[in-house]
Structures are given as structure tokens and as C-alpha cells.
């Protein structure tokens, strides 16, 4: 069975700690995503990774193929970054896209 | 920069009544998508579309849904007899070329009463 697994579901940060997400998958992928959901509701995309690692600002990702691994990093956490943080992967044999759980983080000032 | 939009944003309809909910995808992409979100779980795909077809769909999509692209620009979803299960955040994506990044728009919420 094709799964997403994400931890921690919740996290809680002070202002400036270092913040590691990690999601896991079960079989085989084209790609992994990774997505912000603001409180409102929508979703935006942040990385779109199939190898190695991305960095944009304070974000990094890093994606594991041998291990069926990713993590989203956020580094110098602030109040803005709260938000739920979704892992989605499209698998090799196709394009449908599966979901994690999400993570979701709440960064206090 | 170009964005995804879609409309409503927010639609009531009554138990067996047909919904369509529209989106017009970011003009040069070729991959739409539909997505849904029930309150408190996670996105669940329901349907890839691309060069005028279907090109993949989850087993949530039963012949209650369909999907068309009506002419350049608009990409819907109607969903033909609602039930109480159906409310749900729904979100429209389009990507540039297969497998690239996804582009939501910001949703459209319908619940059925």
C-alpha cells in the first residue's frame, strides 16, 4: 500500500529555533512536494524535489531516495512560518499525488 | 505573477443538487488537477487532467464528478447529486509540464446541507 507518513503531526518552536520536518514514503517516487497551508486555507508550493537537496531563504529540503526519506528545515524560525506543512508525492507509476497528514507548526514570538 | 484562480469561494447547495466549481488554471500550464480536503483531514487527489482527458483519477471520483474544460481558460468540476459527505475544501492545481510544481488555487469551500 502506497503511504505518506509526516512528524511530528504537531510542533511548537520558540522565535529563532531550528525546525526539522520529516515525512516518509513507501514505495517508489517521481517526486516529492512539499506545501505550506496557511491558516485560511491555501496551499502553496515550496520545493518539488526527486534528488538531493533545495534551499530557498530560510527553507531548506533534503530527500533520502535510498531511504525513502525527506526533510523540510526551516532555519531562525519565525511567527510568519506557522502553518501546517504537507509532503505529497507522486509515485512512479503514475501522476495521482498522496498526501501526508501534515505537520502542523506554531512558532511563538 | 499569474496565479490560479477559483470561484466561488465559498458555495451552499442542498443535498441532490448538482454544483459546478470553476477554476481557470496559470494560462501556459498543460496539467490541471482537482483536490479535495475534508475539515480536520488531509488532501486527497481526485483528478489529473491533461490534453483535453482525463488522464488519472482516484477512486473518490465515481460517476458522480466530471471534469471539462469548456473552452481556453476555464478548468470545473461538477459534481452531479451532492450528499453531506462531499463538503469539503475543494482546490484546483495546474503544473507547467508533467511532474513539475503544483499551483493551487485558494479553494473553494462547499458545504451541503
Known amino acids: 500500500k502506497n503511504e505518506v507518513e509526516q512528524s511530528p503531526q504537531n510542533l511548537t518552536a520558540q522565535e529563532g529555533e531550528f525546525i526539522t520536518i520529516n515525512c516518509s514514503y513507501s514505495?517508489?517516487?517521481?517526486?516529492l512536494h512539499w506545501l505550506q497551508q496557511h491558516p485560511g486555507g491555501g496551499i502553496v508550493s515550496l520545493f518539488m524535489?526527486?534528488?538531493g537537496k533545495k534551499k530557498h531563504g530560510r527553507l531548506i529540503a533534503t530527500i533520502n531516495i535510498q531511504e525513502k526519506h525527506s526533510s523540510l528545515h526551516i532555519t531562525a524560525s519565525h511567527p510568519r512560518d506557522s502553518a501546517v506543512y504537507i509532503c505529497?508525492?507522486?509515485?512512479?507509476?503514475?501522476?495521482?499525488?498522496?498526501f501526508g497528514t501534515g505537520t502542523s507548526l506554531t512558532v511563538i514570538p | 505573477e499569474p496565479e490560479v484562480t477559483q470561484t466561488p469561494s465559498h458555495q451552499v447547495t442542498q443535498m441532490g443538487q448538482e454544483v459546478i466549481l470553476r477554476c481557470v488554471p496559470i494560462?501556459?500550464?498543460?496539467?490541471f488537477y482537482w483536490y479535495r480536503q475534508i475539515l480536520g483531514q488531509k488532501v486527497e487527489f481526485l483528478v489529473s487532467?491533461?490534453?483535453?482527458?482525463?488522464?488519472?483519477k482516484s477512486e473518490i471520483f465515481d460517476d458522480q464528478f466530471s471534469v471539462e474544460r469548456p473552452d481556453g481558460s476555464n478548468f470545473t468540476l461538477k459534481i452531479r447529486s451532492t450528499k453531506l459527505e462531499d463538503s469539503a475544501m475543494y482546490f484546483c492545481?495546474?503544473?507547467?509540464?508533467?511532474?513539475?510544481?503544483?499551483?493551487f488555487g485558494n479553494g473553494t469551500r462547499l458545504t451541503v446541507t
Open positions: 492545481a495546474s503544473s507547467l509540464i508533467y511532474n513539475s510544481p503544483l499551483h
Open positions: 514505495v517508489g517516487i517521481s517526486a
Open positions: 524535489l526527486s534528488s
Open positions: 505529497a508525492v507522486s509515485w512512479n507509476t503514475g501522476n495521482q499525488f498522496y
Open positions: 494560462s501556459n500550464h498543460l496539467y
Open positions: 487532467f491533461y490534453n483535453n482527458e482525463i488522464s488519472e
